[in-house]
């Protein structure tokens, strides 16, 4: 058994490169091989939201507080609050935040892609690139 105790994780700003507006992560867990959860605590200040983007093995929101916007390529914008649970499908586009007035937080997990195989030294793995 392993606790991570309240507040020995930093919660950091969230690149720009990634979001529009103030965004807050902070990590919950990151398991190591062969688990590939990871799972943040993402915090949006009112009109910040996440770029258009995929995750290869696709992604699940649990809105913890608040209320937000969230959108796939090509569909309406929906209305998200705290106790919805929304998953996008491996490679679905689509942007997630909050509301123009609003805060939301939400509780975000997704696999990371397996380590791949190096041609030479078998059973050694190279490091797999974090997903956002």
């Known amino acids: 058994m392993k606790i991570i105790a309240c507040g020995s994780v930093p919660t950091i700003i969230a ?3 990634y979001f529009t507006g103030r965004v807050l992560q902070t990590p919950i867990i990151e398991k190591e091989a062969p688990a ?3 799972a943040t605590l993402v915090s ?5 939201r996440t770029h258009w983007h995929t995750h290869p093995l696709g992604q699940t929101l649990y809105v913890t507080s608040g209320a937000g916007l969230a ?4 569909g309406p914008i929906q ?3 705290a106790g919805d649970v929304i998953s996008f499908e491996p490679g679905e586009k689509h942007w997630h935040g909050a509301g123009p007035k609003t805060i939301r937080s939400a509780k975000r997990s997704m696999s990371r892609r397996a ?8 059973g050694r793995s190279s490091r ?3 997903a956002t």
Do not use: V
């Open 15 to 17: 690149p720009e490169k």
């Open 36 to 38: 590939r959860l990871r």
């Open 44 to 48: 949006f200040e009112p009109g910040a």
């Open 71 to 74: 959108q796939t390529w090509g």
């Open 79 to 81: 209305e998200i609050k």
């Open 115 to 122: 380590p791949a195989l190096r041609r030479h030294g078998a």
């Open 128 to 130: 797999s690139r974090r």
